[in-house]
Structure formats: C-alpha cells, structure tokens
T-cell receptor, first 112, second 110 residues
Framework: DSGVTQTPKHLITATGQRVTLRCSPRSGDLSVYWYQQSLDQGLQFLIQ???????AKGNILERFSAQQFPDLHSELNLSSLELGDSALYFC???????????FGEGSRLTVL | AQRVTQPEKLLSVFKGAPVELKCNYSYSGSPELFWYVQYSRQRLQLLLR??SRESIKGFTADLNKGETSFHLKKPFAQEEDSAMYYC????????????FGKGTTLSVSS
C-alpha cells in the first residue's frame, strides 16, 4: 500500500506524558499536514511541512511540535499531555501543485 | 481569517429523498472548495472539488460566490451514502492546507 501510513493506530497514556506519532506520506508527495479531530472541534489544522521545511501553522499548541525528515516522513510530538488532548490525529500528504490531500487512517490518542 | 461553517451536525433522510448538506465559507480571496467524505471504518477521502464541476456518486456542488456557499446535493439518497461529510476550503495558492468545517453526519435509512 503506497498510501499515507500512520503509527501507532492506538495509543493510551497518562497525563503529563509525552508521545510521538509517525507519518509516512504517499510516495512522491513532498507536503505533509497534521490535523487533530475531536468530537466538538471537528478537523483542526495543526501544521504543514513541505520537503523538510515548516510551511504553515494552524492551531498547534506550544506543547506540540513536529518535524519532517530527509526521507519525508514526519513526526508529531505531543508533550505534557492533558485529558483534552485525547483525539484522533490525522496525517495527510499532497503532491506539489495539487490541492487534494490524501489522508492516513489516523492515530487515536487517549490520555487518562 | 478563513472559516468554513457546516450548520448541521446530523442530517437524517429516507432512502430516495433529496439531500442537501450545507456549507458556507468566509474568505476574502478566491478559494478552492472541496467536499471530503469519511465512510465507516475508512479514511477521509476526496468526494469532489468545485473546479472540476463533476458529479461523483450522484453528488454535485455549486460554488455560489454571492452567497459564499458550496452546498452538496444529491437528488435521491442511497443507504450507502451514510457517512460523515466535510466541507473544506483551500487558499488560492497551491499546496496550502485545507481548512475544514466541523462536518455533517448523513444518515440514510430505508
């Protein structure tokens, strides 16, 4: 499957902890986007990377950070976790010049 | 700032009935509008985009710049249309992130 892959699929952790979510974009896609999906807020754009450089920032908290590596995979780091951070985190990728985003299956984070 | 509003959280219709999922946006430039769909246990995927002016699975959407709307319509709903639908907006520059509405769950029953 050459689609967007995300790991882990599910993650349960405690408040105050730190986790890392990983995303591999579709083959050839240079842009990676991170979104947070919660019941009351819908899909919130967090951050975008293009070929290793940060391109745009959305509603990303200071406790969260991300990076895109030379092989184009990306990681989203969430630290000092709070109960409210429990959500589904999606990664998406796109090809240069196209606006269609291809989404992964998401990583479901539960903070207890 | 750009914003996408989907006023209905849930829309329930009977099979064969017409469907209209509402989407309004605010953006000062010339945006590109999309509808994405998420079926049960599947990943979010593109349904249609306004510049294509096409009909996908019987759905159409027309961009009305005067009313800043991009409503999704289907004349006869099918049970397999039951899903979560998101309206999304992209700024005029290619490669920019999509801004999504909060989504509308469409439930089609027989």
């Amino acid at each position: 499957d050459s689609g967007v892959t995300q790991t882990p699929k599910h993650l349960i952790t405690a408040t105050g902890q730190r986790v890392t979510l990983r995303c591999s974009p579709r083959s050839g896609d240079l842009s990676v986007y991170w979104y947070q999906q919660s019941l009351d807020q819908g899909l919130q754009f967090l951050i975008q990377y293009y070929n290793g450089e940060e391109r745009a920032k959305g509603n990303i908290l200071e406790r969260f950070s991300a990076q895109q590596f030379p092989d184009l995979h990306s990681e989203l780091n969430l630290s000092s976790l709070e109960l409210g951070d429990s959500a589904l985190y999606f990664c998406a990728s796109s090809n240069r010049g196209r606006r269609e985003l291809f989404f992964g299956e998401g990583s479901r984070l539960t903070v207890l | 700032a750009q914003r996408v509003t989907q006023p209905e959280k849930l829309l329930s219709v009977f099979k064969g009935a017409p469907v209209e999922l509402k989407c309004n946006y605010s953006y000062s430039g010339s945006p590109e509008l999309f509808w994405y769909v998420q079926y049960s246990r599947q990943r979010l995927q593109l349904l249609l985009r306004h510049i294509s002016r096409e009909s996908i699975k019987g759905f159409t959407a027309d961009l009305n710049k005067g009313e800043t709307s991009f409503h999704l319509k289907k004349p006869f709903a099918q049970e397999e249309d039951s899903a979560m639908y998101y309206c999304a907006l992209s700024e005029s520059q290619a490669g920019t992130a999509l801004i999504f509405g909060k989504g509308t769950t469409l439930s089609v029953s027989s």
